[in-house]
Every structure is written in structure tokens, then in C-alpha cells.
């Protein structure tokens, strides 16, 4: 019996202690709850901005952390899956209860993730998911440091109005929230540029054959393809539009899988000349850009991109509204975040309601082109580091 | 015209591919009555096999002889120590070798990504996106090889079913198993020679679908989904049927996404599924007779 009572006691103060432990812990370091998907198909994607995070972390700390505390970065796997993206976030609030959210890949994932940041009254700093209705849904938790899907081809719908002057366009999207809202409102882009859409076709990521459909758009002959795809589909409709001769005067991704350097590799030499949207370029006139690009490769012997850029700033930004927070609670740093008027390697970043949208944040975005295995940013002007080839030579009329 | 001939042929040269895909889950389902659901996985395995052979610079059509003898291996192994031994195990599920299949599956695809990462890895040749003109229409020569070795594997094991005597231990097992022992068929041996032939025909899709596609370790299940229509399409045990099979979807799925859209690709895959389900139940099979 007593050595029964002694257990009990035992047990109990091992809790004790480790209730205190933790309370100590907690008083040193600031925790930030991080969701992305590290397994699953989008996994490319989530290692990049996991690395990026980490690198932002090791800077800010290395300099003191913030108010003298150092920050701890909690990463929670979301698979690409909504339904684990939510007890993600859940798990982070309940158990780990930290004070800020952030990450948020896909779009699907995102939306869903937000939702219980909202109801819970967590400020989740949205670094990626960029379907319109992220911030259309009157979230004051909620914000975002990349620009909406609707606003990815900015610079596209420049460069087509001011050099291509297309007549006819064929739109191809991923059947997914990021691809329906991207292709809808390039669309809308389309008919203010008064370019006739004359097909417009959803298909299923993972697809073994695009050239059934590919075959639809050169008996078509458009002018412009767009495609909003994700990396190894977007690699495969390149490569059967060689095989198939496919030749519109030029090819344009909307961002997503069009920038990595795994599309290169998988493509090959029909990846040569296609131009994509891009949100942030290491030529982008913003302090500490170059040096963030450089940083990477030099650590991970690896390019990073566009999406590296802004989990590397998002932590920044979510650093300096902690670091202005009055205390350390969702409510004072989501009201920290509100005021947010700073310069990133990603841009100048500050959160703005503007038509529908709240809490976004505003940025001008790019074009870029693969010339000789290399991604150029080429508009606009400003920015570009080489000049963009266009009219682009027709398959057979190359080497 | 040229819409509908580029369609044609592009399903066609599909076809070949996903009925070599066929084959193999339809051998195991027609001997031991089993749905194989590690298959797709399965040829996931044979082509990171083929991807860390083009490493070393071997060509994925040489690498055939190795990646098909290992899977040979890989199969026979699953089915003596995980399949087999579930046979002597009385539980209250009657399909528990289904169940393990299910687990194989994904133990096979994380240690993988254990292994290669989440990454996406390519085989690039020089005739992975050659083509040859015919008129306006486009043929890939990678597909049209594939296609062609599909077909003379499919001949192969027919008459290997037909003439040898393991093909009639087989195709005895399949019939009927405790007439089988009667006659002498050591059908526990039979059972572990046609995992490791179904293993390895799958093995040979992946060699030959690795330089047209991408490696990547989730890329088993939608494989093994249309492995198990192909084999529902043809009829259980058919290799003559799981040509048509796998013909008739990639031809279905070519015409689906040419007339009507890419977005219902899978929902075609499944309609003809169920209809065939409900109007020629035993596949093609039914009406060949082979």
C-alpha cells in the first residue's frame, strides 16, 4: 500500500516537474506553428520553404532573437491533404498553444487550415495558399504575404498587351482550388485584353497523357497557351507538345511548377523558351534578395525560388509583429500584424483590404523565361536581366 | 480527321503500356483470387530500379533484365513469408491476404521516400520524346516500343500458360485448387512462381513507362487502380483479355479527353468499370472464350 502511495507521489511530481519545465521553456523561447506539406506530392515545395523558415530562424536568433527571446519553429506536416491540414493547426493551438501561425501551401490546404485559426482566434500569416477566397472570407486572423492567384499574371497581362498582342488564347489548368481560381481570372485578364479564349480545359493531376488534349489545342491554333500546372504535369505537357509540334507563338505557366529546377531537368530541352509568371526574382530590387538567393545555394548546393522567398520573409514579418506585440497573445499579435509596414527579401510587405479582399498583401510580380537551361527574369523592363526571345523559334526550327 | 487519327493512336500506344500493367494483377487475381493492391507499387519499385541504373548509365530497355528478375524476387518472397503463411491463419476476415497486400503497398512507397526523398527524379533518354511523323500524326517511338514489347510478353505468357507444364499447373490452380493437389500440383509452389511472374511483368511496364513519365514514390496507386479495371475489363486470369483491356482504356480515356474533358479521365475509367460490372460480368473473357 505505501509503496503504492509512494508511486503515486512519484508520478506526480515527475508531472509537476515537467509542467514547470515546460512553463520554463516556454518563457524562453517564442513559439511559431508552422504547417506545409513535408511528405505527400507537394512535399518539393514544402522542403523549400521548411529550409527557407529555418534559415530565417538560425539569422534572426543568431542576432538575439526577438526581445531576447529565441524563436522556436514548430513544423507540423499537412500531407497536401485539407483534413490533416486542420488537425495540424488544431494540434498546434491546443497543444502547443502557440501565439502565431504560419506556412500554408496548397490552396485546399489553406483555406481549411485558416478556418480553424479563425474560429480559434490565432493570427495565421498565410505564406503561400493563394486562392482568391483565403482573404475574401472576412478572417481578421488571418493574412497573407503572397498576392492572390487572380494577380500571378500581372506582369503576363502586360507583356502580352505591350510585345505579344495575341489573338486567341487556349487556357489549361490543374482541376484543383489554385488551378480553377487561376484560370478564371486569367480568363477575365483575357477579355479585358479583348484575346478570344477558345478553349478552356481542366485535367487531373498525375495524367500519363496529355497528348489527347494537346491534339484539341493544335487543331485550335492559338496564339497563346496558358497553363496553370504543378511541376512534373507541367514538365509532361511540355515534352508532348514537342512530340506533337504543338506551336503557338509562345507557352506561358502561371507560376507553380513552371519555376523549379525540376522542371528543366524532367523536360529537358522542350522546356527551353517558356515563359511563366513568377512573384519574386533574386534580381527583384529588395534588400536582401540577392543575399538570400545566394545563402541558399551556398548552404543547400540547390536553387531556390519564388516560394523560398516568401517563407524566408514571412518569418521576418511574422518576427517583427511579435517583437511589437504588447504581450506574447494571439489577440496583441495579430494586432501587431495588422500594423505591418516593412521591407522583405520578398518585397515591401503590408496588409491592405482592398475590393473584397482583406488583410492582403500587395506585390508586383514578374516574367520570367528558360533561355539555355537558365531562368531569366526578362519583364518588365526594369528588372529584367536579359532581354526576352520572342517570336520564339518553332520546334522544328530548332537545334 | 487528323484530331480523331492523333487520338486513336495515342490511346492505342496507351493501351499497350497499361495492359502490360494488366497482366500481371490479372495472373495473381485469376490463381489465387486475391486482389494484388501492392501492384501499382510494385512497378514504382522496378522504376526507381531503372532510374538508379541510368545513374550508372545503363538504358531503361537494358535494365529490364535486371529490374524484372529482382521483382521476379521481390514477388516470390512476399508471397512465401507475408501471403502464404495468412493462409493457415483462421480470422474473421475472409480476405486478410488482401488486407496485407494494402499494407505492403505502403511500406514499399516509404521505404522509398526513406531512401530517394519526396523528390521528382527523371529518366531522360534520347528517345524519350522522339517521334516520327506519319502525315500530320505523331508517334512516340518510346510508346510504339513499349507497345510492341507489351505484345510479345502477352504472347509469351500465353503460350507459356498453354504448352508448359507450370503454365497448366497454373492455369490448374486457377480452375480449381483442391482438384490441383489431387493431381499432384503443389500449389503453394505455384502460388509463389506466379506472384513472382506477375511482379515481374509489372516490373517490365515500369522499365518502359519510367522514360515517357516521372519517378516519384506516390506514383503506385492511381497505377494499381487501372490495373485492377484492366483485369476486371479483360476477365480474371486472361492475358489475351488484358490487352483488350488495357486497349479499351487508354482508348476510352483518349477519346474522353479529346471529345469531352481531360477533367473526367478517371470518371471514364470508372463508368466503364461499373458498366461492364453489370452488363458482361467476367470481362471480355465471356466472349473469346480463351
Same mark, same amino acid.
Given at each position: ?36 506539406? #513535408? ?48 488537425? *495540424? ?22 483555406? *481549411? ?14 505564406? %503561400? ?24 499574371? *500581372? ?8 510585345? &505579344? ?6 487556357? !489549361? ?7 480553377? $481560381? ?10 479585358? #485584353? ?13 495524367? &500519363? ?19 496553370? $500546372?504543378? &511541376?512534373?504535369?507541367?514538365?509532361? !505537357? ?7 509540334? !504543338? ?11 513552371? %519555376? ?16 511563366? *509568371? ?60 495588422? %500594423? %505591418? ?7 515591401? &510587405? ?16 514578374? !516574367? ?32 | ?35 494484388? =493492391? ?212 487508354? =482508348? ?39
Amino acid at each position: 500500500m505505501s509503496t503504492g502511495r509512494k508511486l503515486v507521489f512519484a508520478v506526480f511530481a515527475v508531472v509537476l516537474g515537467l509542467c514547470i519545465g515546460s512553463v520554463v521553456v516556454a518563457a524562453e523561447t517564442l513559439k511559431v506553428g508552422i504547417v506545409l506539406p #513535408l511528405t505527400g506530392e507537394q512535399a518539393k515545395f514544402g522542403e523549400i520553404e521548411k529550409r527557407s523558415f529555418e534559415m530565417a530562424a538560425e539569422e534572426i536568433n543568431g542576432k538575439g532573437g526577438v526581445n531576447g527571446k529565441k524563436l522556436e519553429l514548430l513544423f507540423e506536416d499537412d500531407t497536401g491533404k485539407p483534413d490533416v491540414g486542420r488537425s *495540424a493547426v488544431e494540434k498546434l493551438i491546443s497543444r502547443e498553444k502557440v501565439p502565431v501561425l504560419t506556412g500554408g501551401y496548397s490552396s485546399s490546404v489553406t483555406a *481549411a487550415a485558416t478556418a480553424v485559426a479563425q474560429q480559434f482566434k490565432v493570427p495565421f500569416m498565410v505564406t %503561400t495558399g493563394s486562392a482568391d477566397k483565403i482573404t475574401e472570407s472576412g478572417y481578421d486572423y488571418v493574412f497573407r504575404i503572397n498576392p492572390p492567384a487572380s494577380e500571378y499574371p *500581372a506582369a503576363v497581362v502586360t507583356f502580352l498587351e505591350q510585345v &505579344v498582342k495575341p489573338k486567341t488564347a487556349v487556357i !489549361l489548368y490543374e482541376n484543383s482550388l489554385f488551378g480553377q $481560381s487561376s484560370s478564371k481570372s486569367f480568363e477575365e485578364d483575357c477579355q479585358k #485584353l479583348k484575346i478570344d479564349v477558345v478553349a478552356k480545359e481542366g485535367y487531373h493531376k498525375g495524367a &500519363v497523357d496529355f497528348k489527347p488534349l494537346l491534339t484539341k489545342v493544335k487543331s485550335l491554333n492559338p496564339d497563346l497557351v496558358y497553363m496553370v $500546372s504543378y &511541376v512534373m504535369d507541367a514538365s509532361l !505537357l511540355m515534352r508532348q507538345a514537342k512530340e506533337l509540334d !504543338l506551336n503557338p507563338k509562345l507557352f506561358i505557366g502561371g507560376g507553380a511548377g513552371f %519555376t523549379l529546377p525540376e522542371f528543366h531537368k524532367n523536360a529537358g530541352d522542350a522546356a527551353e523558351y517558356v515563359f511563366s *509568371a513568377a512573384l519574386w526574382v533574386e534580381t527583384a530590387p529588395y534588400p536582401g534578395a540577392r543575399e538570400y538567393f545566394d545563402k541558399y545555394a551556398k548552404k543547400y548546393k540547390e536553387d531556390t525560388e519564388y516560394h523560398g522567398a516568401e517563407a524566408y520573409a514571412s518569418l521576418y514579418v511574422v518576427a517583427d509583429a511579435l517583437k511589437r506585440a504588447k504581450t506574447i497573445t494571439p489577440k496583441d499579435v495579430r494586432d501587431a500584424l495588422a %500594423t %505591418t509596414d516593412m521591407k522583405t527579401a520578398f518585397g515591401p &510587405v503590408k496588409f491592405v483590404s482592398y475590393d473584397k479582399k482583406t488583410q492582403q498583401n500587395k506585390i508586383p510580380t514578374f !516574367l520570367v523565361q528558360w533561355q539555355k537551361g537558365s531562368l531569366e527574369t526578362v519583364w518588365p523592363k526594369g528588372v529584367a536581366d536579359k532581354k526576352f526571345i520572342f517570336p520564339v523559334p518553332k520546334w522544328n526550327e530548332r537545334k | 480527321m487528323d484530331v480523331f487519327l492523333q487520338t486513336l493512336v495515342a490511346g492505342i500506344l496507351k493501351g499497350g503500356l497499361y495492359a502490360l500493367i494488366g497482366i500481371g494483377m490479372t495472373l495473381i487475381m485469376g490463381v489465387m483470387g486475391i486482389i494484388n =493492391l501492392a501492384h501499382g507499387q510494385l512497378m514504382m519499385v522496378a522504376m526507381y530500379i531503372t532510374y538508379v541504373l541510368h545513374l550508372a548509365g545503363v538504358d531503361p530497355y537494358i535494365s529490364l533484365f535486371v529490374a524484372m528478375p529482382a521483382l521476379f524476387l521481390l514477388g516470390c518472397l512476399i508471397q512465401r513469408f507475408l501471403l502464404n503463411p495468412l493462409l493457415k491463419v483462421d480470422t474473421i476476415l475472409p480476405e486478410n491476404q488482401v488486407l496485407m497486400t494494402v499494407g505492403i503497398g505502403m511500406v514499399l512507397t516509404e521505404i522509398i521516400r526513406f531512401i530517394f526523398k519526396s523528390d521528382y527524379k527523371s529518366v531522360s533518354t534520347g528517345y524519350s520524346n522522339a517521334t516520327f511523323f506519319l502525315g500530320n500524326i505523331s508517334f512516340s517511338i518510346a510508346l510504339g516500343i513499349s507497345f510492341i514489347i507489351a505484345i510479345a510478353f502477352t504472347v509469351a505468357m500465353f503460350f507459356f500458360l498453354i504448352k508448359t507444364d507450370i503454365g497448366r499447373s497454373i492455369r490448374a490452380t486457377a480452375q480449381d485448387k483442391d482438384a490441383a493437389v489431387l493431381m499432384g500440383v503443389n500449389t503453394g509452389r505455384i502460388t509463389i512462381i506466379t506472384f513472382g511472374l506477375g511482379s515481374g511483368l509489372v516490373a517490365a511496364a515500369g522499365c518502359l513507362l519510367a522514360p515517357v513519365y516521372y519517378v516519384f514514390p506516390d506514383i503506385g496507386g492511381p497505377f494499381t487502380a487501372r490495373a485492377f479495371i484492366i483485369t476486371i475489363l479483360g476477365g480474371l486470369g486472361s492475358t489475351v483479355g488484358a490487352i483488350f483491356g488495357g486497349v479499351t482504356l487508354g =482508348l476510352a480515356e483518349s477519346f474522353g479527353a479529346t471529345y469531352i474533358s481531360m477533367d473526367y479521365e478517371n470518371i471514364i475509367g470508372m463508368t466503364i468499370f461499373v458498366l461492364v460490372l453489370l452488363f458482361l460480368p467476367g470481362g471480355f473473357k465471356r466472349l473469346t472464350k480463351i
